[in-house]
């Protein structure tokens, strides 16, 4: 299975995906220490984003997101890579900043071609998502 995706950042990724169908707040939702998603109620609470292929349709919250990615990215919790369902300056300024890859895909194609926690390589050199057979 490929699927092809638009580049945001460039760069090569491999890992778990890690589907979220609801926006994730990375400033106060997101523990910036450790990658564990924090935010009371969210359906991943409790999951770590570090090393993932996080799936998520958008961010939400502060901008102050953006620097949360950039910390995880640092200290080596970040996702491996992110795909998102629209644009989102948030979640992409942090990854550009900590070198993430990241690419725009319809969200209702992921969610119909792969399955959560399934092992995919995202080329964002090449702007395509492809399962780990």
Do not use: W
Request: aromatic share 4%; glycine share 12%.
């Amino acid at each position: 299975m490929i699927l092809k995706v638009k580049v945001i950042n460039t760069g090569f990724a491999k890992g778990a995906l890690l589907i979220s169908r609801q926006p994730i707040s990375f400033f106060g939702g997101v523990d910036p220490s450790t990658g564990v998603i924090v935010e009371k109620n969210h359906p991943l609470e409790g999951v770590n984003l570090c090393r993932r292929i996080l799936a998520v349709p958008s961010s939400k919250g502060s901008t102050v997101g953006s620097y949360v990615i950039y910390g995880l990215a640092k200290r080596g919790v970040a996702p491996s890579g992110v795909i998102l369902g629209q644009e989102d300056n948030i979640i992409s300024a942090g990854a550009i900043l900590g070198g993430i890859p990241v690419v725009l895909a319809d969200m209702r194609k992921i969610l119909s071609s792969f399955e959560n926690g399934e092992t995919v390589i995202l080329d964002a050199r090449r702007g395509r998502i492809l399962r780990l057979i």
